[in-house]
């Protein structure tokens, strides 16, 4: 038998893992569609969308159904090549972290001894497509769009990574798997308060989400780096969007609420998988309801709250996280 074979059978058990996970992570981008626009529209004392289906919940069929039946628009000068590949990109580098992040124990694609680092490493890499299509699109906005997200970037990577360096210090693991089970009595988010804090907004940062949403910011850029997508090329852009929430999301479960613990109870697997899901939707409903609530903020501002607020408390956190730990 060829699956006999270990490198088969391994090979084999990682392609299922990964075409699982894609449509676990694409139905919940289309659900997050749908539940977005419900949680701001109550916010706002609206209903949402309720046309589609029974309380619009096939709005987001519709709306591909829209996407691809749009006109696929290049601009006369656009540099064609760079144009149609950003939105590939964008879409397949947001896919990357999500193959070593565990929904329960074994449910995981690749549970690499060096998680975290991984994840890190490509999620840096999200900055290059946007950057491709704001260049690519031969226009102003689009260009600022992109260079905005340069800006974005260097501010808000920096505190992201050293506020999971306490983390990774109690854990003694950059296993995320480990890092779950380090937590199976207490959650790292009551060790480490003021490492939450800093991940929490540099997570939304690095996002995109409002109130950091300078890429786009329609206000003034139209659109940002987006502004000359249409058709399925927008809907990667906005898939590859809503899988960063995702993955976002399942991060700062891992890293500060015990992934699928709940402190002195032992779960099984499916169970575990319904609390880490639980969870994620809980940190995801709070990046909507900051959307709704919370204004733009000012370019001056997004820089100044990294680089003179939350780089000096994610070093603060280290120091006493080390302090904690020597005594």
């Not at 694409?26 to 626009?37: A, D, P």
């Not at 990574?161 to 779950?180: K, T």
């Amino acid at each position: 038998m060829i699956l006999d074979n270990p490198l088969v059978l391994a090979l084999v058990k990682g392609i299922v893992g990964v075409i699982i996970l894609i449509s676990f992570i694409s139905l919940n981008v289309l659900f997050l569609t749908w539940y977005e626009r419900k949680v701001i529209a109550r916010i706002q004392v609206r209903y949402g969308p309720n046309r589609a289906g029974k309380f619009g919940l096939l709005q987001p069929l519709a709306d591909t159904a829209k996407l691809l039946a749009k006109e696929d628009i290049v601009p006369e000068k656009a540099d064609r090549a760079v144009f149609t590949f950003a939105p590939a990109t964008a879409f397949a580098v947001a896919l990357l972290p999500t193959m070593a992040i565990p929904f329960a124990s074994g449910l995981i694609v690749s549970d690499l001894n060096i998680g975290i680092l991984y994840i890190i490493a490509v999620s840096s890499l999200a900055t290059i497509p946007v950057i491709m299509g704001g260049w690519g699109s031969n226009n102003k906005y689009t260009l600022l769009g992109g260079m905005r997200t340069i800006a974005q970037s260097i501010s808000y990577e920096i505190p992201f990574v050293l506020s999971i360096i306490g983390v990774v210090a109690l854990a003694g693991s950059l296993s995320m798997v480990q890092i779950i089970n380090a937590q199976t009595n207490i959650w790292y988010v009551f060790l480490q308060p003021l490492g939450f804090v800093v991940f929490f907004i540099a997570m939304i940062a690095e996002t995109s989400r409002i109130p950091f949403d300078l890429p786009e910011s329609e206000s003034e850029l139209v659109a940002g780096f987006h502004t000359e997508y249409s058709g399925m090329k927008f809907a990667m852009f906005l898939f590859a969007e809503y899988i960063h929430m995702v993955v976002a999301s399942a991060l700062l479960v891992i890293l500060f609420f015990g992934g699928w613990n709940i402190p002195f109870i032992t779960l099984p697997v499916i169970a575990q998988a319904v609390v880490f899901i639980g969870k994620m939707y809980v940190v995801m409903t709070v990046m909507i309801w900051i959307r709704g609530t919370l204004p733009r903020i000012t370019i001056v501002q997004m820089t100044s709250i990294g680089w003179k607020v939350l780089i000096p408390l994610a070093l603060l956190n280290i120091m006493i996280t080390g302090i904690f730990m020597s005594l």
